[in-house]
């Protein structure tokens, strides 16, 4: 498969995308930083860290904080349990155009925990290559206007082996991302000690150690409103299939 058009910040387009005076243009920002240097640290709750750098990403570009009916962000690699890991955001503005274009200028930021400082080197190939499973789509209206059910219908599975390879990821990646742990993976834990154990041998004691605390905080099965993560995957934001 041929890899996206992808603007690379070098050239001309791109790099005009950064005069913020035109607010409105389609553009895609791209931010590359390293877990550490998210404001917060590992006991601080996921979505609060992670809404903070998306914060400070539209305050830096548009000068004002996220909003979901001009944006729409992602996130890859964000395992707010550990330090030192390269994670990304990507925080897409669509503009009022109705259809905007599917591949419009990216600008490419490293995030040094003070400051955001442009990249003019191309893009990666990995990163270009990872940025497939990212379409420039807007969320539909009626989803962000939509009221969650405080409980989501249980997730139906093709079979036994499926449901416990999905749901051993999904606390996987809970863990290393500091997410709130739900009353269902709890029970997965209690009900599947083999791969509980494949989980175990995989991320740090002290992360291991929020299951046996019992002053945990442990979550309904909701979504937070607002966000496009999901953590069914590796790759916190990216669309399930």
Known sequence: MDVPNVVDPTLT????ADNTSDLDRPIRVLVQTQTHLVSGDRSTEFGERYDAMVNLICQHVWQREYDKFRERDWSYHCHFALDNVE?????????????PPPDPPIIWYRWTGKEFVMMRDPLPGRVRRELRHYPFQRVAYHLLIQEYPKRRTPRR???RAEEIRVKRKMLHNTLLSNLGLTEELLRFVQDCPDAAEWVKARVPPETWARLEDPSEIVLPLEPKEGHTWTGSSD???????
């Open 87 to 99: 994670c990304w955001f990507l925080v897409d503005h669509h503009g009022p155009d109705p259809s």
């Open 235 to 241: 790759r916190v934001g990216r669309p399930e299939s």
């Open 13 to 16: 387009e791109a790099a005009a």
């Open 157 to 159: 599975y093709k079979s």
